[in-house]
């Protein structure tokens, strides 16, 4: 999106500097090997980077004006706009392309499942035919969240998600004043970034600033902060679970079951619908029925969203099923890991039929001090869920008494070159694998070493 030069610079508290005309509209861009002619280059600075040490060369390559904080990195006569700080200034413009998009913004964050019900909710308003987009995987932070909204069009109409993601106390205040967001979805309040946050406290205080920003909100019905904080929203949540959860009285809800959606108004009348759902697990269900619910105010018809399920994938890394030779089947599910992500998977991989399951796990991160509890947990679980636990990682060994715990059988590897090394001369025909670990562990190391080609 182009933006007024005059409003872009009351947006970023910009000071002009130099002697070259500006352009009249800002097109901001922050890579200089793909930055367009007449674009305006904006340096950010990171922990391994700064982009300051490259205004030279986007005006080299075309750039018409650059966004800086430091005004002696600019060439002599070329124009630039000095602010305190080039990532507030990214998010500004962010704020300032988002005024201009005319669509529905949805929201989504969580703990675990947001970038899942984030592809589902795309995927369901695509096959609903909504025009929509989303911000690409990964891409959940400032940079990210600004990026997104600055590459939207001038009076887009199409329905924009922004995934969000936290790792300080209160990360996600910045990125919903930018989005400023019409429906907010929180999948859960869980442990994830512990360690960073300190508290669970602090961690509910993040997530609960997009529900609290957006016009209405779609709760998780089971999560027991979203519960407990829901009465002081400004509007009436919309709930979303499986089974046979129900919403508080005079409320909203979507309930998806194995093979029908309920949609639950505000009167009580129901309305269910036949959906196929192509993918396991009782946690990706509650992650399509809050797909479902904001879409439902993104104003899908209950109807051909119910359609659109037939067609829905997992992301890559989430529960992703390789076939592999001699009947073995992989499950590579390490996208990360978190208690509650890694407990939701054990359960699904539990009910896998196989030969024998075999759970190699890698520890899981940023859990601070409680972390040797949750591994402990974690390996009692995996004991009752899996014949054969492979326990890596920093807590490997509480993960390991976690599953001797149960009377589990379990093997303790050191590297990820041992685990391989024991799947290459035990796994038998029929045998299912699952991998579950922190991403700092690199899981797709082992698959890759089985066979497997996945999406780290």
């Not at 005006?59 to 904080?69: M, Q, S």
């Not at 987009?133 to 969240?145: H, L, R």
Request: hydrophobic fraction near 45%; glycine fraction near 10%.
């Amino acid at each position: 999106m182009r933006l007024p030069m005059r409003e872009a610079i009351e947006a970023i508290h910009a000071t002009a500097s130099g002697e070259s005309a500006f352009p009249e509209s800002l097109l901001v861009q922050t890579d200089t090997r793909a930055i367009e002619r007449g674009a305006t280059f904006l340096a950010l600075r990171g922990e391994r980077f700064d982009g300051h040490a490259y205004v030279e060369e986007a005006f080299v390559r075309g750039a018409a004006c650059a966004i800086i904080d430091d005004a002696a990195v600019v060439p002599p006569g070329r124009a630039a706009l000095v602010v305190s700080d080039t990532l507030r200034a990214y998010l500004a413009l962010g704020r300032l392309a988002r005024s201009r998009v005319k669509g529905t913004v949805v929201a989504v964050t969580g703990s675990t499942g947001k970038t899942t019900t984030k592809q589902f909710l795309l995927a369901l308003l695509r096959g609903a035919g909504i025009p929509v987009a989303a911000t690409p995987e990964n891409e959940n932070n400032e940079v990210g969240v600004a990026k997104f909204l600055c590459g939207l069009d001038d009076g887009d109409a199409r329905v924009a998600i922004v995934e969000m993601g936290a790792r300080k106390h209160r990360d996600l205040d910045v990125l919903v004043e930018a989005a400023r967001p019409d429906v907010g979805v929180l999948t859960n309040i869980g442990e994830a970034h512990l360690e960073i946050m300190s508290s669970r406290e602090r961690i509910a205080e993040t997530k609960w600033a997009v529900p609290a920003g957006a016009r209405r909100a779609v709760l998780n019905l089971d999560d027991a902060a979203s519960v407990t904080r829901a009465a002081g929203l400004a509007a009436p949540p919309i709930w979303y679970g499986i089974d046979g959860e129900r919403p508080p009285h005079g409320q909203r809800a979507v309930v998806i079951e194995a093979d029908a959606v309920w949609t639950i108004a505000e009167d009580g009348t129901t309305e269910t619908y036949h959906i196929a759902i192509g993918f396991p697990g009782d946690h990706n269900r509650r992650n399509l029925a809050g797909a479902f619910a904001a879409a439902l105010l993104c104003n899908a018809t209950a109807e051909a969203l119910a359609d659109a399920v037939r067609g829905l994938a997992l992301p890559h890394g989430r529960y992703e099923v390789i076939e592999l030779p001699d009947d073995v089947r992989l499950i590579f599910d390490a996208y990360n890991a978190s208690l509650s992500g890694t407990l939701v998977t054990l359960a699904t991989f539990g009910r896998e039929e196989a030969e024998r399951r075999i759970a190699v796990l890698g520890s899981m991160a940023e859990l601070g001090d409680e972390a040797p509890t949750m591994h402990h947990k974690i390996g009692e679980i995996a004991g009752t869920r899996a014949d054969i636990v492979l326990a890596g990682g920093r807590y490997a060994e509480d993960t390991a008494r976690g599953v001797e715990a149960k009377g589990g059988a379990v093997v303790r590897y050191a590297s990820n070159e041992d685990a391989i090394a024991w799947l290459r001369a035990n796994v038998r025909r029929g045998d299912a694998i699952l991998l579950k670990g922190s991403r700092m562990y690199k899981m797709e190391q082992i698959a890759e070493a089985l066979g497997a080609e996945v999406f780290a």
